[in-house]
């Protein structure tokens, strides 16, 4: 009979804790509680609970975020240029932003990242990142802040929405932005998660008056932006992201302030288990390998950090 090397070309691993980045199928023997587990997202819902991180040197609010939990950047915020990479115990202080910045998208990973439609004034700068260096590269088309970004990578972006209820939507590739169709309603302080052909936007701030809309979902297919399942919690100023349209998770925002976690599915929100102290997030970051939320903002502490650990679930293994 084959075994489990025979079936998938490796060996189960023999590790003393649960790993904490976690992939569908993934088999493992734990030898300090003698258990086999392994790990399936039911339904492409990641079960979990949020716990305590680092504390940053320099808490912000609504800075540019990238990477993962476990090498994560965060950029600017509240007019600053200060620049902190996280490697899923502390933060480092690292090079500073050209100029100052607040507000702005940002996707990538930490030794490849970009950060784009931030401060001052036009918010039409993009840099990227190197893990070292910042470069400024061509602007966006249409300067705003607090868009939603996707796309995961330096040289595949999207920001849409932002500033003052604008619609707009531009396309990054590597060398320039492309303004694409509009969002269907134009918003604010919104998070979306996803790729350049396949992504979610939601929450934020409408037109007139200013919290119209604040449960509203949107898809994008790579051409078109339609309707889709609403929040469960209508907020602004909300954190997170993912980069695949099926994985995304958004938590905490108001007002009123809220501890709230959502996971999207690619069809719908489901509510998760609540951020255990900070109840409004302005910086964060979120992948398919770790999500976590740093915090400048009242109340709570300045640069409290919070990270979203994924339950393994047990294996029964039986014979045959």
């Known amino acids: 009979m084959a075994d489990y090397k025979e079936i998938k070309g490796f060996k189960i691993q ?4 649960d790993p904490s980045n976690l992939t569908g199928g993934q088999i493992w023997y734990n030898s300090t509680t003698a258990t086999l587990k392994g790990y399936s997202k039911a339904g492409g819902i990641p079960a979990g609970v949020w716990s305590a991180g680092g504390t940053m040197n320099d808490g912000r609010p609504t800075g540019a975020d990238f990477g993962s939990l476990t090498a994560g950047v965060a950029a600017g915020g509240g007019g600053a240029t200060d620049v902190e990479e996280y490697n899923g115990t502390a933060w480092t202080s690292v090079n500073d932003i050209p100029t100052s910045g607040s ?8 030794t490849a990242g970009i950060i784009y439609g931030y401060e001052p004034s036009t918010y039409v700068e993009s840099h990227t990142y190197d893990g070292t260096t910042w ?5 966006i088309n249409t300067g705003r802040y607090l868009g939603g970004s996707a796309g995961g990578f330096q040289t595949s972006a999207m920001y849409a929405g932002g500033g003052a209820y604008v619609a707009n939507t531009e396309i990054w590739n590597g060398t320039s932005w492309t303004e694409v169709a509009d969002m269907v309603d134009g918003r604010n302080h919104i998070k979306a998660g996803g790729t350049v052909t396949a992504a979610v936007i939601a929450g934020g701030y409408g037109g007139g008056p200013p919290d119209t809309n604040p449960t509203q979902s949107e898809q994008w297919n790579g051409t078109s932006w339609t309707e889709g ?6 907020r602004a100023f909300l954190t997170g992201g993912g980069n695949s349209f099926t994985s995304v998770m958004l938590f905490g925002g108001g007002p009123p302030i ?12 489901t509510e998760m288990n609540n951020l255990a102290s900070i109840s409004e997030s302005s910086h ?3 992948q398919s390998t770790g999500i976590g939320t740093y915090r400048a903002r009242t109340p709570g502490t300045a640069g409290e950090t919070e990270e979203w650990t994924v339950d393994a679930a047990t294996v029964t293994v039986t014979a045959s």
């Open 229 to 234: 399942n609403n929040l469960n919690n209508g």
């Open 14 to 17: 023999n590790v003393s804790s």
């Open 258 to 269: 809220t501890s709230n976690t959502e996971w999207w599915n690619g069809t719908s929100w």
């Open 103 to 110: 507000g702005g998208g940002a996707t990538g990973t930490q």
């Open 284 to 286: 964060g970051t979120t």
């Open 135 to 139: 470069t400024e590269v061509s602007d």
